[in-house]
């Protein structure tokens, strides 16, 4: 079946720009969660939502960042007034059974 | 905040050698673990989950888990050039998140 999937695969962006990165997770994932990844390093942990609720939003890194999920389905991270140190990967995986996640291919976001 | 350590590398084996890859973490509650295979420019995909002490076999791969010492493992017999990857170690933390390390570099040269 379809999985995990990320549009735009790269955005390339103005200093102080606001960007939308938008997920798909696979059909019927409740669990979905968004991660980065910048250049040689770990998966920084963003926010986890179950259905359109987001339990955790601890990983966030400032106000600029929100992120929405609707239907149950589809979520959007946004980043407002985009800085130099938000280039990176930012990727998103959905999840079932628990703790098995499935990574979609990611955004690289690189801001000038 | 639980932690995840992993030695960066590379480790750099021949074809056909037994590669070993090795994760700590701090949480000694911790019940789950995963492996995550990252090709480079790709994203992680699951490649094993241990839950109990001991060892699981998956065709080529096995993990190991020691939760007295805290520490688990990834064993690649065999390794192929096609191996050559960073793998990430991950451990269940807060409401359902996973910590993932930095990962471990692997190169597998023919």
């Known amino acids: 079946g379809a999985g995990v999937s990320q549009s735009p695969s790269n955005k390339v962006t103005e200093k102080g720009k606001d960007v939308e990165l938008r997920c798909d997770p696979i059909s019927g994932h409740t669990a979905l969660y968004w991660y980065r990844q910048s250049l040689g390093q770990g998966l920084e942990f963003l926010i986890y939502f179950q259905g359109n609720s987001a339990p955790d939003k601890s990983g966030l890194p400032s106000d600029r960042f929100s992120a929405e999920r609707t239907g149950g389905s589809v979520s959007t991270l946004t980043i407002q007034r985009t800085q130099q140190e938000d280039s990176a990967v930012y990727l998103c995986?959905?999840?079932?059974?628990?703790?098995?996640?499935?990574f979609g291919p990611g955004t690289r976001l690189t801001v000038l | 905040q639980k932690e995840v350590e992993q030695n960066s590398g590379p480790l750099s084996v021949p074809e056909g050698a037994i590669a070993s890859l090795n994760c700590t973490y701090s949480d000694r509650g911790s019940q789950s673990f995963f492996w995550y295979r990252q090709y480079s420019g790709k994203s992680p995909e699951l490649i094993m989950s241990?839950?109990?002490?001991g060892d699981k076999e998956d065709g080529r791969f096995t993990a190991q888990l020691n939760k007295a010492s805290q520490y688990v493992s990834l064993l690649i017999r065999d390794s192929q050039p096609s191996d050559s990857a960073t793998y990430l170690c991950a451990v269940p933390s807060g409401y359902s998140t996973l910590t993932f390390g930095k990962g471990t570099m692997l190169l597998v040269s023919p």
């Open positions: 241990i839950y109990s002490n």
């Open positions: 995986a959905s999840e079932d059974p628990p703790d098995t996640q499935y």
